[in-house]
């Protein structure tokens, strides 16, 4: 949030997933919300907003269910659903704060990656997806302008740039067998984890040259947050 405040989401064996703000100088956290039941851990936070999925059964037939985008004021407490009957994961809200760019998977398999009005929640711009591709972990970097990890029919991943107006697509880190994933954006430079010989490493991508990051732990480096001249991880 800024430099000595942290939003994270928590979760413990006693109490349900919440929304926590954690203060560094005195250790001190507050829960600012519980989250909604959802079954996606993911979510953006940018100006005092919080947006991410949450799970709803059909009110009728038991076999259907819906993920929809909730979007949550830290200042005012509200939790508010802009969709309705819709299959959304991964949201992520632009710096502006009027759109919300999501992954759809409906229920024909076709998966695309929408933007979204972050008040109606109507859809403003539907990315081109004439290869089938798989997106996840969309961000924005500009507000008109996205990355994305992405997954080919044969398995590779990739790390893709996305141009709004335009759909043009142009790929950052080449098509691989290393799982890409956790994309995060702060003054241009892309935050991302990408495994290698076992390990997820965290790497950064600045001016078109990726850079490792160091110190690298024995597991993984997962969801990178940069700001205030300091950064954040899992």
């Not at 003054?187 to 010989?197: A, L, P, Q």
Request: glycine share 6%.
């Amino acid at each position: 949030i800024d430099s000595n405040r942290l939003v994270f989401l928590k979760t413990t064996y006693r109490q349900p997933p919440q929304f926590v703000r954690r203060d560094l100088d005195s250790r001190e956290e507050r829960r600012i919300r519980f989250r909604a039941v959802s079954a996606d851990d993911q979510f953006s936070y940018r100006n005092q907003q919080l947006v991410y999925s949450a799970y709803e059964p059909d009110l009728r037939w038991g076999w259907r269910d819906y993920s929809v985008i909730r979007l949550l004021n830290l200042q005012s407490g509200k939790d508010i659903r802009i969709t309705r009957k819709t299959k959304y994961f991964s949201p992520d809200i632009s710096p502006d704060g009027k759109s919300v760019v999501a992954v759809a998977y409906p229920e024909s398999g076709q998966c695309s990656l929408d933007v979204l009005n972050s008040k109606s929640g109507e859809i403003i711009f539907r990315v081109p997806n004439i290869e089938n591709y798989y997106f996840t972990f969309p961000k924005f970097i500009t507000d008109q302008q996205l990355v994305s990890a992405v997954r080919n029919q044969a398995g590779e991943m990739c790390l893709m740039l996305i141009d709004i107006p335009s759909g043009k697509q142009t790929i950052l880190v080449p098509w691989s067998m290393h799982p890409i994933g956790f994309p995060s954006v702060h003054n241009g430079d892309i935050y991302f984890t990408r495994t290698e010989n076992g390990v997820d490493k965290g790497f950064r991508i600045r001016s078109g040259k990726i850079f490792a990051m160091l110190p690298q732990p024995a597991t993984g480096t997962y969801q990178i947050s940069a700001g205030f001249g300091k950064l954040a991880w899992s």
